[in-house]
Each structure stands twice: as structure tokens, then as C-alpha cells.
């Protein structure tokens, strides 16, 4: 679980989270992409657009995995699973 200071309130992660784990993981994380047909882009649309969970939570408020589809330029999980069908190398 992420700590709510490194989270953006509109999905992924802040500045400062990715500084975070820059420093303690080493990983180079990038900010989403959120639109054309970046490999990043296409990577990440399969991934999550196959993902398990709701889009909304129990009082209707948006999921950590609905913002973070939002924040890379989807609406749905089925949008994002239809781009990257639609993009990937064969």
C-alpha cells in the first residue's frame, strides 16, 4: 500500500512519490502517458485494463484503478482493453 502523501488525489502517483521510489527502490518511474500509442501506454492498457476490482468503491466513489485508467487517457477497462488489442505487436 502506498502511503496517501505519495498519491495524486486524480490517480498514480505524485512528484514526490516517484522521488520516493527513485530513492528507496531505484526504479525510475515515469508520469502516465495519456495519449498517442507510446509502447508505455500500450503496456500499461493491458495490464490494466485485465485487472480484477471494481471501478467504484462501496459509497460510488471512484477506485485507485479507475483513476489511474482516467489518468492514462481511459474511461473503462474495457477502452483500455480494446487499445491495446488493437496496438499490440504480434
Do not use: C, Y
Given at each position: 500500500?502506498?502511503?496517501?502523501?505519495?498519491?495524486?488525489?486524480?490517480?498514480?502517483?505524485?512528484?514526490?512519490?516517484?522521488?520516493?521510489?527513485?530513492?528507496?527502490?531505484?526504479?525510475n518511474l515515469?508520469?502516465?502517458?495519456?495519449?498517442?500509442?507510446?509502447?508505455?501506454?500500450?503496456?500499461?492498457?493491458?495490464?490494466?485494463?485485465?485487472?480484477?476490482?471494481?471501478?467504484?468503491?462501496?459509497?460510488?466513489?471512484?477506485?485507485?484503478?479507475?483513476?489511474?485508467?482516467?489518468?492514462?487517457?481511459?474511461?473503462?477497462?474495457?477502452?483500455?482493453?480494446?487499445?491495446a488489442n488493437?496496438?499490440?505487436?504480434?
Amino acid at each position: 500500500m502506498v502511503k496517501k502523501a505519495f498519491q495524486n488525489k486524480k490517480g498514480g502517483l505524485n512528484q514526490k512519490g516517484r522521488n520516493f521510489f527513485k530513492r528507496t527502490e531505484g526504479s525510475n518511474l515515469q508520469r502516465p502517458i495519456n495519449k498517442g500509442t507510446n509502447p508505455r501506454r500500450i503496456s500499461f492498457a493491458a495490464r490494466f485494463g485485465n485487472n480484477p476490482g471494481p471501478m467504484l468503491d462501496s459509497k460510488g466513489r471512484p477506485t485507485r484503478l479507475n483513476l489511474a485508467l482516467r489518468k492514462w487517457g481511459f474511461s473503462s477497462k474495457q477502452q483500455a482493453k480494446t487499445f491495446a488489442n488493437k496496438h499490440k505487436k504480434t
